[in-house]
């Protein structure tokens, strides 16, 4: 059995917290040159749209194809009575067993096989910490023996040879339309000079990539790659949902899959 490589001293300690720098590695997948990765988030599981089948069944799919996941925020509707909207009536199990039923059946069978590299907290989730000052995403963090990653975090991903930067954030973008939510990510890249930047939070799945420059120092000579952006998309369906509601374009449901290339820097993504 592969197992995630155990945290640091100093990481264990940072979990309590959040990790400013979250460390893992990824292995190769059998017969591959390369590993890939999964940002899964966005589940709102509770609220009465939540599509919790296909998101078991994309926790199935991980499993069986040793796909690393990494956790992008809003997995529970956590609906109080001083949050936005009517999920607090609409919600289907309360906030306690919202979090009892992803923990146990989408994330428990993730971190068991070591493919759980550590998970991000949402703005749902932020309800209840505004509230009762109780972080559920910490907490389930602690039970499951993953790294606790807060709103955002850099993550340092080796694979075979290679090192990739990746920069997690939740997000807090209003934005409507595809190429807005594209931007809102984008916008966000500007300030985090990392090879792959996810962002959630805006109920698509979208990527892209932009072509940058800079000088080598080592070698004085000036190189040029790819840097992605990816909106890490979600699991609600359309009919009956807010974004229908508002007459909202619909997002594409599911999660982005990005392959990391373990004997060159190479990244693909998919979505």
């Known amino acids: 059995m592969h197992l995630r490589t155990p945290l640091a001293p100093e990481e264990v300690v940072a979990m309590s917290d959040g990790i400013r720098l979250n460390r893992a590695r ?23 749209c939540c599509d919790i089948e296909r998101v078991l069944r994309q926790v199935d799919y991980c499993i069986e194809h040793r796909i690393y996941v990494l956790g992008m925020g809003d997995y529970i509707e956590a609906g109080t009575r ?80 290679q090192s990739y930067s990746i920069y997690a954030i939740h ?20 300030y ?27 070698r004085k000579i000036v190189t040029q790659e790819k840097k992605f952006v990816v909106v890490t998309g979600h699991y609600l369906s359309y009919d009956n949902s807010y974004a229908q509601e508002k007459g909202m ?8 899959k990005i392959k990391l290339w373990g004997n060159k820097k190479d990244i693909h993504t998919s979505v």
């Open 82 to 161: 001083n949050s936005v909207g009517d999920s607090v009536y609409m919600q289907e199990l309360n906030p306690q067993a919202q979090t009892d039923f992803v923990r146990d059946n989408v994330f428990k069978p993730l971190s068991d096989k070591g493919l759980l590299i550590g998970l991000l907290s949402g703005n749902h989730e932020a309800r209840i910490v505004k509230e009762t000052s109780f972080r559920p995403v910490k907490n389930m963090c602690r039970e499951l023996g993953v790294p606790f990653l807060g709103y955002a975090s850099w993550n340092l991903v080796y694979v075979g040879k």
């Open 26 to 48: 990824l292995d190769v997948k059998e017969g591959k040159d390369y590993a890939e990765l999964l940002p899964l988030g966005d589940l709102h599981y509770g609220h009465p």
């Open 192 to 218: 985090f000079d990392a090879d792959v930047v996810l962002m959630a939070h805006a109920h698509s799945l979208i990527d892209g990539s932009t072509l940058i420059q800079r000088v080598d120092r080592k």
């Open 249 to 256: 374009p619909i997002g594409k449901m599911g999660s982005p």
């Open 171 to 190: 997000g807090a973008s209003g934005s409507r339309f595809e190429h807005t939510k594209l931007k809102a990510a984008i916008d966000i890249s500007h």
